[in-house]
Nanobody
Framework: QVQLVESGGGLVQPGGSLRLSCAAPRSIFRIYTMNWYRQAPGKQRELVAG????GSTNYADSVKGRFTISRTNTVYLQMNSLKPEDTAVYYCNAWTNSHNIWGQGTQVTVSS
């Protein structure tokens, strides 16, 4: 059973930066699309960014130009120019058409 472990969340002021990490077996990167989702209180979980097995990336319109997804032995989400509306629990996700695996989530709070 693949396990995903997120880290790097916390409290940051508007305009600040955070980098989230998702530890996973490197072997899954050849097969799975790796995604970051977020869920704010009272809202549905939404896709923030994804990186496919061939390295192509996609982003939600709300984070384009501010967030960057990347992977080495770990999947990262670099978040710059953070806004209060980025406040949410962020989840790492590994997806194929037969598997959908979630991490436990990490809280990001953007507030002055």
């Amino acid at each position: 059973q693949v396990q995903l472990v997120e880290s790097g969340g916390g409290l940051v002021q508007p305009g600040g930066s955070l980098r989230l990490s998702c530890a996973a077996p490197r072997s899954i990167f050849r097969i799975y699309t790796m995604n970051w989702y977020r869920q704010a209180p009272g809202k549905q979980r939404e896709l923030v960014a994804g990186i496919s097995s061939d390295g192509s990336t996609n982003y939600a319109d709300s984070v384009k130009g501010r967030f960057t997804i990347s992977r080495t032995n770990t999947v990262y989400l670099q978040m710059n120019s953070l806004k209060p509306e980025d406040t949410a629990v962020y989840y790492c996700n590994a997806w194929t058409n037969s598997h959908n695996i979630w991490g436990q989530g990490t809280q990001v709070t953007v507030s002055s």
